[in-house]
């Protein structure tokens, strides 16, 4: 039996971030996430994806994978694959949006290419924006290892709402 690992985890309160998204254009909103003027998004923090570029109309992003991310072959765990594309592909349709509207993810595919294993190092993650249209976004992502090789590639198809009916808490 291996030794035991702790895993502790802090994260600011995502309502301030929802808040933000209601009332900022796309790109002011993702450069204040990367600026540090708003926290990220607790998902991303957990998982160790940050933005390292952000553009009109893609985003780039990296990942290390860590052992508390692998599935039982030793991989990294597809799910985390995906929440780095979809990510990718959400936030590159974000670039274009004016204030006052969102996107939420309607249709998502992955394509995994080559195990990703904790050895693989940095991941980089590109999104882009294919077609934005009024009501719908279509984007493509693909994410690359360190040594340029094609590890998996997603694409997308997005709603675009208005900002302040689509962010409403409607529990209430």
Known sequence: ????????????????????????????????IGDGKLPSLPILDLLGIR?????????????????????LAGSLHGGVTATALDSALTCSALTRLPVGKVINTIDFQVRFFRPIRESTGVLHVRGEVL?????????TATMHDARGRLMAHASS?????DAQSALTDRRA
């Open 1 to 32: 039996m291996s030794a035991e690992r702790e895993l502790r985890f802090s994260y600011a309160d995502s309502a301030a971030i929802t808040e933000r998204w209601k009332t900022a254009g796309g790109m002011e909103f993702l450069r204040e």
């Open 51 to 71: 933005f390292t570029k952000v553009g009109d109309g893609f985003v780039e992003l990296s990942l290390i994978p860590k052992d508390y991310a692998l599935n």
């Open 131 to 139: 077609n934005l249209g009024t009501t719908l976004a279509t984007t």
């Open 157 to 161: 198809t997005l709603a675009i709402l």
